[in-house]
């Protein structure tokens, strides 16, 4: 059984900065492409920040510039960092990743259970 679990967010003063973590565990024979999303309320989920198992990376611009995205193969693990945080960053902030479980033979998106940002003094 596969499980992604998130740490981090929390409250940040606008201007400050952040780190999430997201690792993936249970039985994965390949990891593809991981992200992560965000969703305030009564808006839609969308994407911060994507980056593929070459660590390529796909920013989204709202936060171009103040989002890094990394990923540690080894301990298939996904970092988001941001800095300068607006009040328009506060969201709930999901993992994303793209693996193969050991009992299956095609990649299948999972997902983080959600952490909370909230930016405000």
């Known amino acids: 059984q596969v499980q992604l679990v998130e740490t981090g967010g929390g409250l940040v003063q606008p201007g400050g900065s952040l780190r999430l973590s997201c690792a993936a565990s249970?039985?994965?024979?390949?990891?593809?492409?991981m992200g992560w999303y965000r969703q305030a309320p009564g808006q839609q989920r969308e994407m911060v920040a994507t980056?593929?198992?070459?660590?390529?990376?796909h920013i989204a611009d709202s936060v171009k510039g103040r989002a890094t995205i990394s990923r540690d193969n080894a301990k298939k693990t996904v970092h988001l960092e941001m800095i300068n945080l607006k009040p328009e960053d506060a969201a709930v902030y999901y993992c994303?990743?793209?693996?193969?479980?050991?009992?299956?033979?095609?990649?299948?998106?999972?997902w983080g259970q959600g952490t909370q940002v909230t930016v405000s003094s």
């Open positions: 980056i593929t198992p070459a660590s390529l990376t």
């Open positions: 249970g039985s994965i024979s390949a990891i593809g492409a």
């Open positions: 994303n990743i793209w693996l193969m479980a050991d009992t299956a033979h095609v990649y299948s998106p999972y």
